[in-house]
């Protein structure tokens, strides 16, 4: 397992990268993201909606709440980035089928 110093610099730079992709995409699709206080929101106003990115410190995880689920990603060594475990997607390709769920189309981020 990593140590929370490693864990806070991978963390960090997972979600100013997510939050780069997610506001060159923001307009195209009509949602809103912001990064503040180290976890990053996207809220929708039709549907609304407001999912939620966060780092876990305790369990070196990120986490992700959306569409009344709570994902939880796990640092992959091999691949050197959050996945989650259960489908093997990253960070980026969760937040593009959350939130294609969500509008209703496909997603690019």
């Excluded at 960090?12 to 506001?23: K, P, Q, T």
């Excluded at 912001?34 to 929101?41: E, N, Y």
């Amino acid at each position: 397992m990593m140590d929370e110093q490693e864990f806070e610099r991978r963390a960090e730079e997972a979600l100013d990268a997510l939050d780069g992709a997610l506001g060159a995409a923001a307009e195209e699709y009509d949602f809103e993201p912001d990064f503040q206080v180290g976890a990053l929101t996207v809220e929708f106003e039709d549907p609304p909606a407001k999912f939620v990115v966060s780092p876990n410190r305790p369990v070196r995880q990120i986490w992700v709440s959306a569409l009344l689920t709570s994902f939880k990603l796990g640092w992959d060594e091999g691949q050197g980035t959050f996945v989650l475990e259960k489908t093997g997607q990253t960070l980026a390709e969760l937040m593009e089928e959350v939130i294609g769920k969500q509008l209703g189309v496909d997603v690019k981020l």
